[in-house]
């Protein structure tokens, strides 16, 4: 029988995360010849070191908070394997799957009863005004740019299609996927935006102007970001693990990444459930309106 390899990720040093991934790694798969890779997420050069250990990957495993799922997210994506979420963190929007559930998880995911859901990536191209050299990046949820350790506001010219549409002075830019819609773009009051909308979402950060709002781009635009006025330099971040300094002169270009991401569902929960259940929306609750009407059966009363 062909050999079935099953990338697991994760920090060693989470004691919660190697628990689980050694509870996974040690169960009976039956007759399946199942042969797990074990790799820290972020690790460029034990990915390159094996890459054709990602290249033979069935599917991946994440084991931990979204944060870890975002890392496996880079890691895999040169190779196109679909990746699962197994929650060790906190909230857990893209690693959905509960820890206890973990090895019937990958059993059932091995017989091949899962769905996929393609989600959008970025790609940064970062140029260099000083040496002319170029750098490549990609996030799962947002790039960031901001105004870093410094205290006052950087002035910040976003274009598209060589218009202008931002100038301003703020505390920075969040450029996001439908994905991240629901991460730092929410807290900085970008909308929430369902991950089958093929979009790229502009998120102003405390800009100093009532005028600038949030701005909903076409999945084929493509936005540059540079620092203008007085400003010396801003940071660029990415999915929160990024942390480069761009300076005046430099040029920030965002676009949607071609490969994209296949996320594993196993669950037949929809996004809207999903999304109420995490946000605590109480979307079955209908409290406040029997409250509604008996307010409006005792006005009624004094009338």
């Given amino acids: ?30 007759a399946r010849n199942v042969r797990f890779f074990i790799c820290e997420p972020g690790d460029a050069d034990e990915a390159g070191k094996k890459r054709d250990d990602f290249r033979a990957m069935e599917f991946a495993v994440s084991i931990g908070g979204d944060g870890t799922f975002m890392r496996t997210a880079g890691a895999v994506r040169e190779y196109g394997v679909p990746l699962y979420g197994v929650n060790a963190g906190r909230l857990g929007f893209l690693a959905s799957g509960n820890y206890d559930d973990a090895v019937s998880d990958v059993k059932r995911i091995l017989s091949g009863r899962y769905r996929l859901y393609a989600r959008t990536q970025l790609r940064c191209e970062l140029s260099r005004a000083g040496d002319g050299s170029t750098e ?14 410094v ?49 790229v979402i502009l998120t102003p950060v405390c800009p100093h102007s009532l005028y600038h709002r949030p701005f909903i781009l076409g999945s084929d635009e493509t936005v540059e970001i540079s620092l203008e006025g007085d400003s010396e330099r801003m940071t660029l971040s ?41 946000l605590h929306w109480r979307a079955d609750d209908n409290s406040l309106c ?14």
Avoid: Q
């Avoid at 002169?249 to 999903?274: P, Q, R």
């Avoid at 409006?296 to 009363?301: L, P, Q, R, T």
């Fill in 290 to 303: 029997k409250e509604g009407e008996a307010d409006d059966d005792a006005a009624g009363e004094t009338r």
């Fill in 136 to 149: 490549a990046f990609y996030a799962l949820n947002e790039f960031t740019l901001s105004k870093g350790p």
């Fill in 1 to 30: 029988m062909a050999e079935r390899v099953v990338g697991l990720f994760f920090k060693r040093d989470r004691d919660s995360s190697a628990m689980i991934a050694e509870r996974i790694k040690s169960a009976d798969y039956g």
């Fill in 151 to 199: 205290s006052r506001p950087i002035g910040i010219l976003v274009t598209v299609r060589r218009e202008v549409l931002y100038r301003f002075l703020a505390d920075g830019i969040i450029v996001s996927t439908p994905t991240g819609s629901t991460a730092y773009s929410l807290s900085a009051g970008g909308p929430l935006v369902h991950p089958d909308v093929k979009c």
């Fill in 238 to 278: 990415g999915d929160g693990i990024l942390n480069i300094d761009v300076k005046r002169g430099d040029l920030v270009k965002l676009s949607t990444d071609e490969k994209g991401i296949d996320i594993i569902a196993l669950d037949n929960a929809s996004y809207f459930e999903t999304l109420t259940r995490k």
